[in-house]
Nanobody, 116 residues
Framework: QVQVVESGGGLVQHGGSLTLSCVTS????????IGWFRQAPGKEREGVGC????????NYVGSVRGRLTISRDNAKNTAYLQMNNLKPEDTAVYYC?????????WGPGTQVTVSS
């Protein structure tokens, strides 16, 4: 059974840092792209970035580029989202996204709140 679970969220001050983790199980992470999304209150869910399976190439949405970094540790079946210089507008529930063939899996999300 495929499972995707995020953790690491919390309350942080403007300019602070957090690292989110996405632990997966039920499949081999090595061969799959991983995505991170977020949803702020009253807004649509938006893509934050992703990391490829083949060469660990990353892509980010413009608003987070240079501040957020996605990485992966296949041996631990875990992906990470390192967030630096956080801003109040980064406040959202953050989700890990796993496309597996014709199926897609989402974690329950982890709340990140940035105070001004």
């Amino acid at each position: 059974q495929v499972q995707v679970v995020e953790s690491g969220g919390g309350l942080v001050q403007h300019g602070g840092s957090l690292t989110l983790s996405c632990v997966t199980s039920g499949f081999t992470l090595d061969y799959h792209t991983i995505g991170w999304f977020r949803q702020a209150p009253g807004k649509e869910r938006e893509g934050v970035g992703c990391i490829s399976s083949s060469d660990n190439r990353t892509n980010y949405v413009g608003s987070v580029r240079g501040r957020l970094t996605i990485s992966r540790d296949n041996a631990k079946n875990t992906a990470y989202l390192q967030m630096n210089n956080l801003k109040p507008e980064d406040t959202a529930v953050y989700y890990c996204y796993m496309p597996l063939g014709v199926n897609e899996y989402w974690g329950p999300g982890t709340q990140v709140t940035v105070s001004s």
